[in-house]
């Protein structure tokens, strides 16, 4: 039985890397590109059917420029895959406020407040980064190895045939295989880690007797109770204990 105020928000967590955004990334910006109106072609064709140069462009061109303004290329590549990072990152300041939301429930916080900090939060290492840019930016020998495969992997997409390249099949393949096999640790096993016989039987229990019942037969997860006649399937906790032992 779960309260209202743990701090886990989901059952299971999902780590999304930055080659994966990549791959999503280029499949989506290329789709965009090709399925919207061409802001470029949409203003050459204008200018072909105009005599005065210097006429204002329509609403509907500048419109569909700035929505699609021409090719997908490697710099709007880049600069969605960094957009698309920073933002997948930058939820982790929520958990100062859910953590003061857990423990200190009396002291309520303002909207303003939380959304002003976790702003400011998700803004402090860009603006450490700003200053210290000749050190970690403009610097030759500031080299960042874990970014490396990622550059390659922009590089082949754009600078690479992929319509009969053989790593995107297995791409394809690999990726297939791992959505059905999350299945397995990332919704089953968490199933097994903890089964309560007492909260499964009172599981539409409400209010105080919910309470006391969480305190004592509850324990899956951290601040939640004894965990007494809990069992758990995991093998990982077997492992242990044998090891221990």
Known sequence: MLRPTDKQFKPTAATIGGSFICLIIWFAGRAWAAVLPRG????????EAK???DTPLPRYIKFA???????????????????????SNGTASIEVFTTQNLYY??????????????????L?????????????????????????PLLSLLQNLHWSDLR??????????????MTIYQIIPG?????LNSVSIPCLAAMHATGAKAEILT?????ALNNEGLGILNFSFDWQYASSLYTKR
């Open 40 to 47: 470029d072609r949409l203003e050459k064709k204008w200018r």
């Open 51 to 53: 005599e005065n140069e």
């Open 65 to 87: 420029k700035l929505i699609n303004g021409g090719p997908f290329g490697l710099k709007e590549h880049a600069v969605a895959a960094i957009t698309a990072s920073s933002a």
């Open 105 to 122: 429930p009396d002291n309520p916080l303002s909207p303003m407040l939380v959304i002003l900090g976790t702003l400011s939060i998700g």
């Open 124 to 148: 402090f290492g860009y603006g450490l980064t700003g200053l210290f840019r000749p050190v970690t930016v403009d610097n030759a020998e500031s080299v960042y190895w874990s970014q490396i």
């Open 164 to 177: 009969t390249s053989k790593k995107m099949r297995w791409f394809w393949y690999a990726f297939g295989f």
């Open 187 to 191: 919704y089953m096993f968490p199933w």
């Open 215 to 219: 305190n004592i037969f509850g324990g």
